[in-house]
């Protein structure tokens, strides 16, 4: 076992360097998104590029401090940690300040912290901690519910927050858990609700329904090659739905056919289950569950998307998928994005240069269009090596936690790796029109200190655990 003193002598350089670079062209993109003629210096503090200057140092003496911090703290602390941020969010609930229609936010003076960007580093510390416990097995009901506990907590308690672009950002966590040997089915679930999703928003759900049910019975033949028994089913289906509508019909009711489709998928399904079930046929069963669970997420989503969101959140999605266009409303940030990402070209405009970036035409460009100045002004070039920064950090990040022996580090790096694959991913596609706009900031990059120093934490604290990689961390 090496000696703790020997600790600076482990540290992975390599990632500190990406950070350190990543951190001085995200500080140059800021000044050059908002440059002022009357504020030119770089280091006015009372402009934005100044204060993020403050948030860079702040962040280094984080980093530093991290490294200086006994990794066995990170694991014997990590549920007491993630314990003060769910009060913390708590009481966001109760004196949070709302800050673009997010109540999200403290107030602490001029400076305003987002607890909700620090419970994602807490949140990992967690699952490290308890996946890597000695009585955790994956496929135990006990294990899943309480890593279900563990992410769902504080993405509930974001989304009463109304942040939901925070809140998704704990979904990319079901690939940590796949890593440790969760079942694929999950993620063939998460991909599955995600393709009803987009069907549901785009087609009526009469139509999302009916596709459903002819899936069903489709997949159902060409598993089990029951030519009757499908006919049957299907005649089951029909009749209920046929009954209910011509019963509509002759009291004249006005009642919605996508009732009468759903009664007879939902009856249909549990009678079709309880006869598998009874026959014992279980790949039958989880079929049905399947069918069931997606005639109910459909239902359940039409409601939610017209009856809870906002409306500038419906229009986001519509706009997103194709339904609207609206270039001077909900589609206004996108479009400039991509026009002064365009305009680029190769080389780009030069440093300074940008004119969609000089007049103003896309808003929040120092926080969440922050990609868009580097493509205005560094062109294709510098997308990409702003691309390949990210993409070389993952690596080493997954790099790192593959070769750590101990089941926390690994785990922990593993958090880190998804989460800011998430953020890039989304940050980016958001500018580029191929993900919806949920407000989550480029990494190391968007202006702001709550972001850049949990990013800091969440990095510097895998950075410290990697470093122990020789001593044994026993619990």
């Known amino acids: 076992m090496q000696k703790r003193n020997n600790v600076w002598a482990n540290i992975d350089w390599i990632t500190v360097s990406i950070y350190l ?75 949070g300040s709302e800050i673009k229609g997010a109540k999200s936010w403290i107030q602490i003076g001029n400076f305003s912290i987002q607890p909700s960007e620090f419970m994602k580093m807490a949140t ?17 009901w006990k294990s899943l519910l309480t890593l279900a506990g563990i992410i769902f907590i504080p993405v509930g308690l974001i989304f009463l927050q109304n942040d939901t ?22 993620l063939f679930f998460s991909f599955l609700i995600a393709v009803v999703f ?60 996508l009732y009468f489709l759903f009664i007879a998928a939902i009856v249909s399904a549990v009678l079709f289950f309880l006869w598998a079930m009874m026959l014992r046929k279980k790949g039958l069963a989880i079929l049905i569950g399947i069918y069931f669970g997606c005639i109910l997420f459909t239902v359940s989503v039409d409601y939610v998307f ?72 560094w062109g294709f070039l510098g997308t990409v090596t702003v691309v390949g920064l990210f993409m070389g950090l993952l690596m080493r990040i997954i790099y790192l936690a593959e070769r750590n022996r101990s089941k926390f580090s690994r785990v922990y790096g593993y958090c880190v790796a998804t989460i800011l694959f998430f953020h890039f991913a989304v940050n980016v596609g958001m500018t580029i029109g191929l993900a919806p706009v949920i407000g989550i900031p480029l990494p190391f990059f968007s202006y702001g200190g709550s972001s850049l120093w949990s990013f800091t934490l969440l990095l510097f604290v895998f950075v410290r655990l990697d470093a122990s990689r020789f001593e044994q961390l026993s619990f």
């Open 198 to 257: 987009i069907l549901t928003m785009v087609l009526d759900p009469f139509i999302t329904i009916l596709i459903l049910t002819i899936a069903a019975f489709l997949i159902n033949y060409l598993i089990r090659k029951k030519t009757k028994r499908n006919l049957i089913g299907m005649g089951v289906f029909t009749s209920i739905f046929g009954i209910l509508w011509f019963i509509n019909y002759l009291v004249q009711g006005t009642v919605d056919p």
């Open 165 to 186: 672009g925070s809140a998704i950002v704990f979904g990319v966590f079901l690939l940590v858990l796949y890593r440790e040997g969760l079942n694929g089915i999950v």
């Open 124 to 140: 990992s510390l967690a699952i490290a901690r308890y996946i890597s416990s000695y009585n955790f097995k994956m496929h135990s």
């Open 306 to 377: 017209h009856n809870i969101m906002e409306e500038h959140q419906r229009n986001r999605i519509n706009e997103l998928l194709g339904i609207q266009s609206d270039l001077l409303g909900a589609g206004y940030n996108v479009n400039q994005s991509k026009i002064a990402i365009g305009s680029g070209g190769f080389f780009g405009k030069g440093f300074l240069q940008g004119t969609q970036t000089k007049f103003d035409f896309v808003p929040e460009q120092s926080t969440d269009f922050i990609f868009c100045t580097v493509g205005e002004e």
């Open 21 to 95: 670079a990543m951190m001085f062209i995200g500080w140059i993109n800021i000044y050059a998104a908002v440059y002022n003629e009357d504020h030119k210096s770089i280091f006015d503090f009372s402009q934005v590029y100044g204060k993020q200057l403050i948030w860079i140092v702040a962040a280094i003496f984080i980093a530093v401090l991290m490294l200086n911090t006994d990794s066995k703290f990170f694991v014997t602390f990590s549920f007491p940690i993630y314990i003060f941020f769910i009060l913390v969010l708590l009481s966001v609930l109760v004196i």
